[in-house]
């Protein structure tokens, strides 16, 4: 059984201790970094506004894990994207607890392919888009992407043997081969097909969303956090949220402003900060820390803060056949075509996307998954949840600079703050890859027999990306190819915020290789004393 | 002070409300009901209301071998929030009187019409998903739908039933991996 329980004796660090790294986050990037740097005897003092919970704490218990992992403070939200409409309180789904969204993923690892980095070479200067490529080429992040991979003990990569085929696997595997597709799989997961790590296998429960209770899917929250805080290095506050980040005349960062538990105003000095609170809420940080020196938000001179938001060309696609299929056993998301990952502008768009396989709980999936539909419609398909099995649509989206995640100008949250605005319009690319999408997912159920396909519109955004991004010239983007922010050198972005675009990969993977690979540039700069 | 409590209480008894139906012979209901008879008390709701609301319930997700009580169900979760929120408890009554006392007795299609009509208002909008979140979470839905629900006291479906589906070939051993234990 993995270990959730504090190392003791806890450490803490005084608050007034300026030679303490902070990060802002506990998810992949805050949690991974967080051990990278402790390892190496980098003390640091990472914040959580969410608790610390335990394997046995989580719920399989229809609505329990959602209240209870979820980050509910309010958000708004605008833009012709339908989930406005769908979801209008939840225009993003992400954690607020110990261990961020690693809590709640499905545990999906592809790579980012080499031609995605370079986005706006592949694809061009695409009216009404903002792509830029990354400062940093596949190469250099491959040996990172090994040793994410490895950390993650991630399945069909380096030895590790592949996740059994669940049922509802089975399905999609016979559909997508009578459609010819070759690269069919249970997919480069997070989620352990043997022992390792210190960690079960995966014992098929179902819910990986609700939090794995015997831990066999990697979480920051029952791995990197543990062993970060045996270092004797980790100081973690939980309950504890960030509300601002202060700078020095110099405009190098000082350290962060946030409340404790009991909601009291504190303060913690810091030698360097390291933001990782989900692209939407890093983004808000960042323009919450807005001074007489910043005037638009910290690290905002180039007004790319928050634009350039990416969220997935997502949806689900349902599939009814005549005999049951059981779909809710095993694991979620185990299973994926990789085959349209590529970019062929012949399809009718640029970039590429994954189909995944995918299931919800008999609750979730009219709320989550149908969520337009009532009547009869609704009823009939139902009716079939014993005969029915799922698939996601993974693909990139494209970043537009009217796209972003503002300060809502009247809404605040429990502390009198402005709440996220997330506006969101969908590029004509974007419409036409669901499409395409959808369509082939819906023959790969007809070819093995579906007398029904329903495909839902979009879902909440869990896959939150580009909202500080890097970028080779500081005018693009918000932070070098490290995460370093261009206006600030001792200010880092650590989490998906700093993709320069998103690609048609599941996000973790990669935030955990950035991470990594940023782990080594602050400890040599450090060493250096250059920050 | 005993003048305001007292109005509130005539106010409690003229308003509240009860559902009351009988289950059918052999439902899967009676499996988790005590006795064939069923009744659901309303605080807020009178019983008319109820009756309108559980036709509006039935309308947006009609599961004909689903009886009445599985919607009576919802009806008092919406009543119980209807008891703690005033202006949920306005929406919900200003709604139901839109739709008037004949919509109970009204066939599906005229109710279907009848709804369509308010489709995007905030009375069938806060309906349409107190139905969805309280409808299918029941152990009444889970046996209806044959969903199995909570796996982990069981040991999850490893060794119960996640692979078994047979009706397809089974997938080739370089595309999937070994069942632990196996």
């Not at chain 1, 062993?227 to 973690?236: I, K, M, S, Y």
């Not at chain 2, 997700?61 to 919802?74: M, N, S, T």
Request: net charge neutral; with cysteine; hydrophobic share 35%.
């Amino acid at each position: 059984m993995a270990e959730t329980a504090p190392a003791s004796p806890r450490t803490r660090f005084a608050q007034n201790d300026d030679g303490v790294v902070v990060i802002i986050g506990s998810g992949a990037g805050g949690g991974t970094l967080a051990h990278e740097l402790t390892r190496r005897g980098i003390r640091v003092v990472l914040f959580e506004a969410g608790k610390r919970l335990t394997l046995e704490d989580f719920s399989q218990v229809p609505g329990e894990a959602f209240a209870m992992l979820t980050w509910l403070d309010p958000r708004t939200q605008s833009g012709t994207w339908t989930v406005r409409e769908d979801f209008p309180t939840l225009p993003s789904w992400t954690c607020k607890t110990v261990g961020g969204t690693t809590v709640h993923w499905t545990g999906a690892c592809p790579r980012q392919q080499p031609w995605e980095l370079r986005a706006r070479t592949e694809y061009g200067d695409l009216p009404g888009t903002s792509l830029i490529d990354w400062p940093i080429a596949y190469e250099e992040l491959e040996k990172y992407y090994d040793l994410a991979e490895r950390r993650l003990v991630v399945t069909r990569r380096h030895g590790v043997p592949g996740l059994p085929a669940s049922n509802k696997f089975k399905v999609m595997y016979a559909g997508a081969k009578a459609l010819g597709y070759q690269r069919v799989h249970t997919g480069y997961m997070a989620i352990n097909s043997q022992p390792a790590d210190g960690r079960p296998p995966c014992l098929q429960m179902g819910f990986c969303v609700q939090g794995c209770k015997i831990g066999a899917k990697w979480s920051t929250l029952y791995t990197e956090i543990p062993r970060a805080e045996a270092t004797g290095n980790l100081d973690l506050r939980a309950e504890c949220m960030v509300t601002r980040i202060e700078h020095g005349p110099d405009g190098r960062v000082t350290g962060v402003v946030y409340r404790d538990p009991s909601g009291r105003e504190q303060r913690q000095r810091a030698r360097l900060v390291c933001v990782a609170c989900n692209a939407v809420e890093t983004a808000r940080l960042l323009l919450l820390s807005e001074s007489g020196k910043f005037p638009r938000g910290l690290a905002n001179s180039s007004d790319q803060v928050g634009r350039n938001y990416c969220h997935h060309v997502g949806g689900f696609v349902w599939g009814c056949f005549d005999k049951p299929v059981h779909a809710w056993r095993g694991a979620v998301l185990a299973g994926v075509v990789e085959d349209e990952t590529k970019n062929d502008p012949k399809r009718g768009f640029v970039g590429g996307y994954h189909l995944e396989l995918a299931m919800l709980d008999l609750p979730s999936l009219p709320l989550a998954g149908l969520p337009y539909m009532w009547g009869r419609e609704l009823a009939a398909v139902m009716e079939d949840y014993r005969n029915m099995s799922g698939m996601f649509i993974c693909g990139e989206d494209l970043p537009r600079p009217d796209n972003r995640i503002t300060l809502d100008p009247t809404v605040r949250d429990q502390y009198g703050l402005p709440v996220a605005h997330i506006h969101v319009d969908d590029h004509e690319n974007d419409t036409a890859m669901r499409t395409h999408a959808q369509t082939q997912a819906t023959r790969i159920f007809e070819a093995v027999g579906a007398r029904r396909v329903v495909c839902s519109r979009a879902t909440p955004a869990t896959h939150n990306m580009c909202t500080a991004r890097m970028s080779a010239d500081p005018c693009d983007g918000v932070c070098n190819g490290w995460g370093q922010t261009h206006d600030v050198p001792n200010l880092f972005i650590s989490d998906g915020s700093a993709f320069s675009t998103p690609g048609s990969a599941n996000p973790t993977l990669t935030i955990v290789a950035l991470a990594l690979r940023q782990a080594d540039y602050i400890e040599r700069q450090m060493s250096a004393r250059s920050i | 002070m005993q003048r305001e409590s007292s109005a509130g209480r005539r106010d409690f008894l003229r308003t509240s409300g009860v559902l009351t139906g009988l289950l059918a012979a052999g439902s899967p209901l009676a499996l988790f009901a005590p006795s064939r008879a069923w009744a659901v008390d309303l605080t807020t709701l009178t019983s008319a209301e109820g009756a309108i609301l559980l036709a509006v319930c039935r309308t947006i997700a009609p599961h004909d071998g689903l009886e009445d009580a599985a919607y009576a169900v919802v009806v008092r979760a919406i009543d119980e929030q209807a008891s703690r929120d005033e202006s949920f408890a306005k929406l919900i009554r200003e709604g139901l009187a839109t739709l008037g006392r004949g919509f109970a007795s009204a066939d599906e299609p005229t109710r279907v019409e009848a709804l369509k009509r308010i489709e995007s208002s905030p009375f069938f909008q806060s309906v349409r998903v107190s139905t969805l979140q309280t409808l299918y979470t029941s152990p009444l839905a889970y046996a209806y739908f044959g969903y199995e629900g909570e796996s982990f006291s069981k040991g999850g479906y490893l060794t119960r039933g996640f692979n078994d589906l047979r009706w397809l070939p089974e997938v080739p051993e370089e595309d999937s991996g070994p069942v632990p234990g196996a």
